[in-house]
């Protein structure tokens, strides 16, 4: 894992070049959601919702090894690029934790905050996987990030279904459908 955060392609003119270039946002969004996740696992109050952040942080671990099977399947170095939208979701979980003095209302707000990450790294790895078919990168590449998307769809649909059913004081709800 490189700790690099400039860019990997100073000029970027053809998909390929934009595949690297936005691979290396993701896998730096993923690096960070393993210690943002383990923040929200420590500071959720509410015990389901707490387990519920360490088993996707669990999985986020999985998925940052993925994008570095993609960079390699690449005969890529995997490297991070600094990207503004995690740092925007991580600006965001510190600004509750300062600002939402109720427990449970901060725990529903980490909910919330959970639902827009996982809605942006769906949106990431669907631009991916689009710009993978434009330039015809082969199964290797993308196997591993269809995977992760799949993950992460199946995460939000968790996460959907428990915001729907009143939010995160449902315990007996969250254990149903974590362990599905
Ligand atoms: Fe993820």
Do not use: C
Request: net charge negative; aromatic share 4%.
């Amino acid at each position: 894992m490189s700790d690099s955060q400039s860019p990997p392609e100073t000029e970027i003119r053809d998909p390929a070049a934009l595949f690297t270039y936005d691979l290396a946002a993701v896998y730096d969004m993923e690096v960070k959601l393993v210690d943002a996740l383990a923040d929200l696992s420590e500071t959720a109050t509410n015990d389901n919702l707490s387990k519920g952040f360490a088993l996707h942080r669990t999985e986020t671990e999985t998925q940052v090894r993925r994008v570095e099977d993609a960079f390699d399947a690449l005969g890529a170095e995997p490297t991070r690029r600094a990207d503004p939208l995690v740092d925007g979701l991580i600006a965001a979980q510190a600004q509750v934790e300062g600002d939402v003095a109720d427990a449970a209302l901060r725990n529903r707000r980490y909910l919330t905050l959970a639902i827009q990450t996982e809605q942006i790294e769906i949106t990431s790895y669907e631009g991916l996987l689009a710009t993978a078919a434009k330039a015809g990168l082969g199964d290797d590449v993308t196997d591993p990030l269809a995977a992760n998307l799949g993950q992460e769809e199946k995460t939000l649909r968790k996460l959907e279904a428990l915001a729907g059913a009143g939010g995160p004081d449902l315990g007996r709800l969250w254990r149903r459908i974590t362990s599905a």
